[in-house]
């Protein structure tokens, strides 16, 4: 299945016929109407990480979580639904977070995450500190709390700094290049109060005390492709490797011109590391030994800055 799914991206071209790999991007699929705060899991394939109360507003709700009214303000998109996240809230460090389950992410292809957010009328404030963390698992160790996620997540819009607007959406993107074949998205705030940045606004008269309130919308992790090839994937053209699939061991050419030092990192598909080789050399030999048959992705790195990435099959 994952060499199937492989091979359909690979025949997609142009950067139009990028694949969003995010369910339900823009919260409009549900499992039964919101009714209550707290009800994101009504949302299909989204869920909260943590204990905190993520929303879902949809505008089959006519009250306090509609769309494009609800007790935290007005606003309203294509779907007429989306998510609602606390990033702030006084002197607390209390945080909500949306998250959901991706196919394996491509260790060293790129893609471009995207997410829209507004500041509810209701705020006190606006913030910054927003990024997504890319798990194994989309539930993070402090499942259990309702409290900042303590982990620096992969992406940070930290260029977009306090994001402000609250009659519009704001668009946030950046591209990332995983590591690993993560299989978890969680998007939110992952500043503390003593390090975010939060700006006091034209209050709303909802709240006794300060808090930043955010609606969420479009998420997106979209593998960048032009003339139907991955950007990473580009450097291939210095790649080349036989037999395709391999049985007892696969042979990497390395078409530099001349040798220098390199290290061969080989990860199966769910982003462990299973074997490195570092030499000096244009030609990789790799033994199959105890590789299990399946798909796998492999990294080069060279002492002068420059990085090749592929995919291998063992038979």
Sequence with gaps: MRILIYIVLLCLSGPAMAQNI??????????????????IHKCTGWYRPT????????????????????????QDNRAHAYAGIYTYYGTADYREYIATHIPPMVPG??????????VAEQAHVATDGFGVWFTKDARPDSAGFDRVIPVIPQVRYTSYG??????????????????????GLIFGCFLNNAAITAETDTPGTMFPQEVGYYYVDSV????????????????????????????DAVHIILTTGTPQHFIFRLYNAAGSVVRTIEGLDTNIVMPREELP?????????YDDGLTSRGVLTAD
């Design 293 to 301: 048959t399946g798909l796998y992705y492999y990294s080069i790195y």
């Design 220 to 247: 997106a992790v979209e593998r960048i492709w032009r003339n139907g090839v991955g950007i990473a994937d580009a450097e291939q053209d210095m790649v080349h490797s036989y037999p395709t699939p391999f049985h």
């Design 51 to 74: 204990s905190g109360s993520s929303d879902y507003m949809n505008g089959c709700n006519t009250a306090d979580v509609g769309v494009p009214a609800n007790m935290y303000g007005i």
């Design 109 to 118: 292809a790129v893609y471009r995450v995207t997410v829209r957010v507004s």
């Design 22 to 39: 995010v369910p339900n991007p823009d919260f409009s699929a549900t499992t039964a109407c919101p009714a209550y705060l707290g009800d």
């Design 162 to 183: 306090v994001v402000r607007a609250k009659s519009v959406w704001t668009t946030m993107t950046t591209e990332y290049v995983p590591d690993s074949a993560y299989t």
